[in-house]
C-alpha cells in the first residue's frame, strides 16, 4: 500500500512536470490512436488560441483546422510506428507566420501503437538567420566573381601599360636611330648593302611597335568578364532556391556595361527571392532579340500585391533606365514573381 508520504512525494513530481512543460516555448501534447488530445501544455493558447481545458478531448482535425490536412502523410507516418520530424510554416492566432520543427514520436503498448507525443518547437528566428545567412552568402558569391574579374582586369591593363612604357619606349628609341642611321648613310652614298639592312631594320622595328601598339590596345578594351560563365558560378553557388539559368547562344555580350548591369540584375532577383519570395524555384532566360537584350526572371514564391511592387528592386530598376531599357514586373499573392528586362544594344555593343 502506497504510502502517504510517497503519494505527496509523486504529486509533487507531477506538479513540478507540469510546470517545466507549460514554461516550454514548444507546444506539447498527447494524441491516442484516434487522434484525440489526451493532453497539451499552455502553448497551444499562445499559438491556436485553445487553453489545456478546450484541447482536451478535442479531435486533432477540429484543434490544427488546415494544418490537419498539410500534415496527413507525417500523422499516418507515427500511427505506423515511424517517428516524423519534419519543418512546418504555421498560421498562429494572431495571423503571424510561424516556422516550426514538428516532432511526432509514437508510443508504443503490447507491440502496438496507442498515440504519439508532438513536440513543435518555433524556430522562426533561427529561420529568419538562414534567409539573411543565404542572402549574404549569395552577395558574397556575386561580389567575389565581380572583385575576380576587376583582378583580371587590372592585371591586363598593367600588363598592357608596361608593354606600352616599356617595350614601347625602346622600340621608338631603336626605330628613331635606325632612321638617323638610314639617313645619314644615304646622305654619304656609301656602303648600299649597309643601307639596305637598315631600311629593312627599320621597317621590322616599326611593325613590332605597330604590333605592340595594337596589342596594347586590345588588351585595354579586352576587359568584359565571360558572363555566362559568371552567372552560372553565381547560381550554382546557391542552394535554395533551385536556380535553372538558360543562356542562350546568342546572348554572348562584349559591351562592359551590358554585362555588369545584366549581371547586377541578376544577383539582385535571387537576393530578392531569398530575402521576400520564399520561392524553391528561380528559372532565369537571357537571350538577344534583334533591337536589344531580353532578361526574365521568374520565381514560384508567395508574389506580391500591386501595391508592394518596387519592394527591394529599386537598385534593379535604376541601373535598366541608367541604359534606356526597360523593366515590368509581374506578380499577384501565391502566383509568384515575374521580372521582364529589356535592354537596348547600340551598334557595337556585341
Known amino acids: 500500500m502506497e504510502s502517504k508520504e510517497t503519494r505527496g512525494a509523486s504529486q509533487d513530481v507531477a506538479a513540478l512536470a507540469l510546470f517545466v512543460i507549460d514554461n516550454s516555448p514548444a507546444m506539447m501534447a498527447y494524441w491516442n490512436s484516434d487522434l484525440i488530445c489526451q493532453f497539451s501544455n499552455d502553448a ?22 488546415e494544418i490537419f490536412m498539410m500534415n496527413r502523410k507525417e500523422i499516418q507516418g507515427a500511427l505506423d510506428g515511424e517517428k516524423q520530424v519534419f519543418e512546418r510554416a504555421v498560421r498562429v492566432a494572431d495571423g503571424s507566420l510561424r516556422h516550426s520543427l514538428m516532432t511526432y514520436t509514437p508510443r508504443f503498448k503490447g507491440g502496438r501503437v496507442h498515440g504519439f507525443f508532438v513536440h ?3 524556430v522562426t528566428p533561427l529561420k529568419l538567420a538562414e534567409v539573411e545567412l543565404k542572402s549574404a552568402y549569395a552577395e558574397l558569391k556575386a561580389t567575389q566573381i565581380l572583385l575576380s574579374d576587376a583582378i583580371r582586369e587590372n592585371e591586363r591593363v598593367r600588363i598592357a601599360r608596361d608593354l606600352h612604357d616599356v617595350l614601347g619606349h625602346h622600340l621608338t628609341a631603336l626605330n628613331l636611330h635606325l632612321d638617323l642611321a638610314l639617313r645619314q648613310t644615304l646622305e654619304q652614298d656609301q656602303h648600299a648593302v649597309s643601307s639596305k639592312s637598315l631600311a629593312i631594320s627599320r621597317d621590322l622595328a616599326q ?9 596594347v590596345a586590345m588588351e585595354r578594351s579586352n576587359h568584359v568578364s565571360d558572363l555566362r560563365q559568371a552567372l552560372q558560378s553565381l547560381c550554382s553557388a546557391i542552394p535554395d532556391p533551385l536556380i535553372t539559368l538558360e543562356f542562350a547562344s546568342n546572348a554572348e555580350l562584349q559591351c562592359p556595361v551590358l554585362v555588369h548591369t545584366i549581371f547586377s540584375c541578376v544577383q539582385e532577383a535571387i537576393t530578392n527571392c531569398i530575402r ?33 511592387q518596387g519592394h527591394g528592386l529599386s537598385g534593379m530598376r535604376e541601373r535598366v533606365n541608367e541604359l534606356g531599357g526597360r523593366m515590368h514586373i509581374s506578380s499577384q499573392p501565391d502566383e509568384g514573381f515575374h521580372i521582364h528586362i529589356w535592354l537596348p544594344q547600340k551598334e557595337g555593343q556585341a
Not at 47 to 57: D, L, T, V
Not at 209 to 214: G, K, S, T
Request: proline letters at 0%; glycine letters at 8%; zero cysteines.
Open 276 to 308: 521576400h519570395a520564399r520561392a524553391k524555384k528561380l528559372h532565369i532566360h537571357l537571350a538577344r532579340q534583334q533591337d536589344g537584350i531580353i532578361l526574365l526572371m521568374v520565381d514560384d514564391g508567395k508574389g506580391i500585391s500591386k501595391d508592394e
Open 207 to 215: 611593325n613590332l611597335l605597330n604590333q605592340v601598339r595594337a596589342v
Open 44 to 65: 497551444y493558447a499562445d499559438w491556436f488560441g485553445k487553453s489545456r481545458a478546450e484541447m482536451k478531448g478535442i479531435a486533432m482535425r477540429d484543434a490544427l483546422g
Open 120 to 122: 513543435v518547437a518555433d
